[in-house]
């Protein structure tokens, strides 16, 4: 597993590859209760593509060989033919995690697509791309349900910042901010807000406590919802 890995990374020429693997869904949820989820893959494409899938604890960089994660993947490594699909199954291994609050990890699907027949005999590879989403665990019995979230969700003026709070167990996937509709996002870039934290940002929108603001965020199902919040 570890050559097929490195073998992405080490090449004389890179040919340029399009994706052909795709994942059914923008997010994985596992609720604690279940004996494992699974993840369905499809090629697009009319030729087969290697595949190489793992988990992740956060680090972009990680390989399979070095992300330590309580949870296991099959197959970690497979051929997909063209116009086929692939489920992958993940099986919780541990205890140790938080029962709560969700933790978070990412799935990481590595496209390893064949070289044609006209360059197989030259020192060149063609590029494998990388397909990474948000993979949540997802403790049974938490003290409220996701629908309730927007409950837990409080603006502030923090000095010359503002400040989201999110005091649910849920991490907070917020992809926007505003005044109204016709003004700028106040947010320079989505951010995560973990559970039972908060995150502040500066803005030079003019916004005074009483304020509405429409709060967009990202829900389980990858659509997005907007709230308003009140600036306190």
């Excluded at 799935?107 to 060149?124: F, M, T």
């Excluded at 559970?195 to 500066?202: D, E, R, V, Y």
Aim: charged share 20%; net charge positive; hydrophobic share 40%.
């Amino acid at each position: 597993m570890k050559k097929l890995f490195l073998a992405t990374l080490l090449a004389v020429t890179a040919l340029p590859s399009d994706a052909n693997i795709v994942i059914n869904t923008t997010r994985v949820i596992y609720p604690a209760g279940n004996k494992e989820v699974s993840v369905q893959l499809l090629n697009t494409g009319d030729q087969p593509s290697l595949v190489q899938s793992w988990i992740d604890d956060g680090d972009p960089n990680s390989t399979p060989e070095t992300a330590k994660v309580p949870f296991l993947l099959t197959p970690p490594v497979v051929k997909i033919d063209g116009n086929n699909g692939q489920q992958l199954r993940i099986k919780h291994t541990s205890s140790n995690l938080p029962t709560d609050r969700e933790s978070l990890f990412y799935l990481n699907v590595l496209d390893i697509p064949p070289v044609a027949e006209n360059i197989a005999d030259k020192n060149v590879m063609q590029i494998a791309i990388r397909t990474r989403i948000k993979f949540f665990y997802r403790p049974e019995k938490l003290s409220i349900s996701p629908k309730q979230i927007k409950q837990h969700i409080v603006l502030k003026r923090d000095g010359n910042q503002l400040k989201l709070v999110n005091s649910s167990p849920y991490f907070l996937n917020v992809v926007g901010l505003k005044s109204s509709d016709t003004r700028p996002n106040l947010l320079n870039e989505g951010t995560i807000i973990k559970p039972l934290s908060s995150h502040s940002f500066s803005t030079n929108e003019k916004v005074k406590v009483g304020d509405k603001l429409t709060l967009a965020i990202v829900d389980d199902f990858g659509a997005i919802n907007k709230l308003t919040l009140p600036l306190q």
